[in-house]
């Protein structure tokens, strides 16, 4: 990195002042200090999707959120037993601190093992019929249609190839021999692609059924229609830290009632509440999934996600949600497509 002080912030920044400065590095932390540099805590990417849970607003002081606890190294360990450590613990950034508790630099497992790529499979699943399309989709399947200048699986798949990712299987079915004349086997992109053939539909779990042999790593799953700004290592690596079996990517929804609510207790009314606001977590189309659950997955049987996790909470494993606090769309409908073309230049897609 370049200045460990580009990564300082106070107590008082709110939240979203610290994922602006998270997001703007590349360290994917924020140093909580005092006016003499001392460290009172850490935030990152996942403390601030817990927080989010909670209920903590974006225009909150970080101090709702950090670490106040952070694991740090001192200036007389050398660089050689930082790493050790790191990788025992599992960290990736460290903090280095002199003997009064100031901050001299912060170390990135990354940069010690000047390792950028991420070996994890991405499964991206580009077999459905985009019916809600009408006329788009009778010659061409969905995922090949263009937002911008580029089709839409293209633009997924260059987002994941931003984030390090270089494993990917497309699952295909509708017009699946068009998707695979355009994207081969990925040395176009210098990465490599797989596909997974579906003669019948499986839906969004079913299909890995198909994967020949288990995955070493959690893998990664998408739908082929859906166009973020994600940062897909931090969706791994929050998954990594929450020890959970699967994790699902979820996003805020907000409906409103377009009626007085009444509160009403045996025949006595309580409460009048104007058109309220109601606010829901919806599926967001993006999972990680450790190798174990796939063995859950039926053979040549359509099976969904949802059913996936719900199978994975009877047998009472761990799960955990990802929230999307980034760009997110689903293109399934036309008034959606159109959106799409738009916002993939205001978004940096292209």
Known sequence: MKKVEDVFISQETTILEALQIIDRGSVQIALVVDGERRLIGTVTDGDVRRGILRGVGLDSPVSQVMNREPRTAKTDMDRDMILSVMQYLNLRQFPVLDESGRVVRLELIDELLQRNSRDNWVVLMAGGLGTRLGELTKDLPK????????????????????????????????????????????????????????????????????????????????????LTRVNFRQLVDFHSDSKAKATMCVREYEIQIPYGVVQVDNNKL??????????????????VLDPEVLHMIPQDTYFDMPSLFEAIIQKELHTSVFPIREYWIDIGRMDDFERANVEVYQEGFL
């Open 143 to 226: 995922p090949l249609l263009k937002v911008g200048t580029k089709p839409i699986l293209e633009v997924i798949l260059e987002s994941f190839i931003a984030n390090g990712f270089h494993r990917f299987y497309l699952s295909v079915n509708y017009k699946g021999e068009m998707l695979k004349d355009y994207f081969g086997d990925g040395s176009r992109w210098g990465v490599e692609i797989r596909y997974i053939h579906e003669d019948k539909r499986l839906g969004t779990a079913g299909a890995l059924s198909l994967i020949p042999g288990i995955p070493g790593q959690p893998l990664i799953v998408m739908n082929g229609d859906l």
């Open 270 to 287: 309580r409460k009048i509440e104007e058109k309220p606001m109601q606010k829901f977590f919806i599926n967001g189309g993006i999972y």
